[in-house]
């Protein structure tokens, strides 16, 4: 079953990724897994990364914070959007890579968005 929802979130992914690329912006990409959110902002071409975050770093792992949850992922948000507007991106297309939004992906969206970035 897994594979199947696999393969849904995948051809979500698709048809998203293929209307960010006609309008050659830059794209602010998530990733979720069990255990860590992964979020970057990809150049209108896709030849390069400008920004990125990630569970995984040192401000998320200071706070004794899990990289699954909703606080983490606001954290995540904020600091990408940050990031994004010091490297002089303020406007992206966000690419939530076919996972529904609700939940973590909310949450690092509104977060992002609370923070400056024009989604």
Do not use: C, W
């Not at 401000?59 to 606080?71: C, R, V, W």
């Amino acid at each position: 079953m897994s594979n199947t929802k696999n393969n849904a979130r995948l051809r979500r992914a698709k048809t998203t990724r293929a209307k960010i690329r006609t309008l050659n912006v830059p794209s602010l990409s998530i990733h979720r897994t069990d255990k860590n959110l992964y979020a970057q902002i990809i150049s209108g071409d896709g030849s390069h990364t400008i920004a990125s975050a990630s569970s995984l770093e040192s401000k998320l792992i200071k706070k004794k914070e899990s990289g699954k949850n909703i606080e983490a992922a606001k954290i995540i948000g904020k600091t990408i959007a940050e990031r994004a507007i010091k490297a002089g991106v303020d406007t992206v297309a966000f690419d939530r890579s076919g996972f529904l939004y609700h939940g973590k992906v909310k949450a690092l969206a509104e977060a992002a968005r609370e923070a400056g970035l024009n989604i």
